[in-house]
């Protein structure tokens, strides 16, 4: 039974420990032919990896992704070849020794004891596969999985921080890369670097709410029932360290809405195509896209490594506190925005694979 791995037809088996050698993942089922580019790979790893601001932690890796198989030149070019794919990462900078005071003890809010409770044993240093370094792999994933859906955009962005919210109506996708947090809102990001400057500095941590939204989508993809597009979004999110909800479209605010209000109210176009009046629906119904924006958020908890002493409980049941040294993000949701934009990407690429398969 293996629980590493996504995907049906687009399928990604992860693999390694934060403190391992190296962490990697194998892409089965990429259609050949497809062009890769190892620095485009790369680019997408260098938003997510650790260390290039104050605001993530200052673990130091390179996050330099190798290509093992799956890929040869031909005409020139490298191309995919139909075969798995395998990418490995190496870890270069692990402090192993920072974890040795909490080897017996379970971190709150973290999945020591869960881990420990299943498996009968866990890796304290850093967390093992319930780190957020193994999202790593996925982002190279991510990467390859954009190139079996030409035509659809993805982006993503941190919409909040905490108690500050960004104002939609200064929504701007150009200012995603002008600071620290993917914030679209420039006032919001500036008020968002003091924020976190003194809970960083405090030794604590702030959760965190990202959006994903996948242009370019065309109706059709995804199954009713139970094989739903935004069933598999909401499971690929929520499988991402760290991630305790998940939205679709309106989400939770559908609760205070009318019919009136929810319905997305339909026009023919002057193109001969239907145009949607609103997307309530985050440009999915009855779990198959409807040909508008793919509109998706989750949210990211604290980092539950932390400085502050906090009560909890050790392997032989003994009453402790527990506070986390090392080196960890005051808000993991940061770097949780290359990640979603990935999950998003692997998604969409194995539902279209599948609508191709059924319906040609």
Not at 95 to 118: L, M, N, Q, V, W
Not at 234 to 240: P, T
């Amino acid at each position: 039974m293996s629980h590493n791995s996504f995907g049906h037809l687009f399928r990604v088996t992860t693999f390694g420990e934060s403190h391992g050698p190296a962490l990697g993942c194998v892409v089965d089922g990429c259609p050949p032919l497809l062009p890769v580019n190892v620095a485009e790979i790369q680019a997408y790893l260098d938003k997510r990896k650790p260390g290039q601001s104050k605001f993530t932690t200052q673990r130091r890796e390179a996050d330099e992704v190798k290509i093992l198989s799956g890929t040869m030149e031909h005409d020139g070019v490298l191309v995919t070849t139909g075969t798995p794919i395998a990418m490995l990462i190496e870890n270069t900078d692990q402090r192993s020794k920072d974890y040795s005071e909490i080897e017996a003890k379970y971190r709150p809010g973290h999945a020591d004891y869960t881990y420990e409770a299943k498996y009968g044993l866990r890796d304290h240093r850093g967390g093992g596969r319930s780190s957020a370094r193994e999202t790593a792999a996925r982002v190279a994933a991510g990467a390859i999985a954009r190139k079996v859906i030409p035509g659809v955009s993805i982006r993503a962005a941190l919409v909040q921080m905490g108690e500050i919210e960004m104002d939609r109506s200064r929504w701007d996708w150009n200012a995603v890369d002008e600071n620290p947090f993917f914030c679209p809102d420039r006032d919001a990001a500036k008020e968002m670097e003091t924020y976190l400057d003194g809970i960083r500095k405090s030794g604590s941590s702030i959760g965190a709410v990202i959006e994903v939204v996948a242009d370019g989508v065309p109706a059709g993809w995804g199954a009713p029932i139970y094989g739903k597009l935004d069933a598999d979004i909401a499971a690929a999110f929520m499988s991402i360290n760290a991630v305790k909800g998940v939205e679709i479209g309106d989400g939770m605010a559908v609760a205070r809405l009318t019919g009136e209000q929810n319905a997305d109210e339909m026009r023919m176009g002057n193109d001969g195509k239907p145009v949607f009046l609103a997307n309530h629906a985050g440009g999915i119904l009855g779990g198959i896209s409807t040909g508008q924006p793919v509109v998706a958020r989750f949210a990211v908890k604290p980092t539950s490594s932390i400085l502050t002493p906090r009560k909890s409980i050790d392997r032989a049941g003994n009453d402790v506190e527990v506070s986390t040294k090392g080196r960890h993000d005051p808000c993991v949701g940061i770097r949780a925005v290359p990640i979603g934009e990935a999950m998003m990407a692997c998604v969409l690429a194995d539902h279209y694979l599948r609508h191709r398969g059924q319906i040609g």
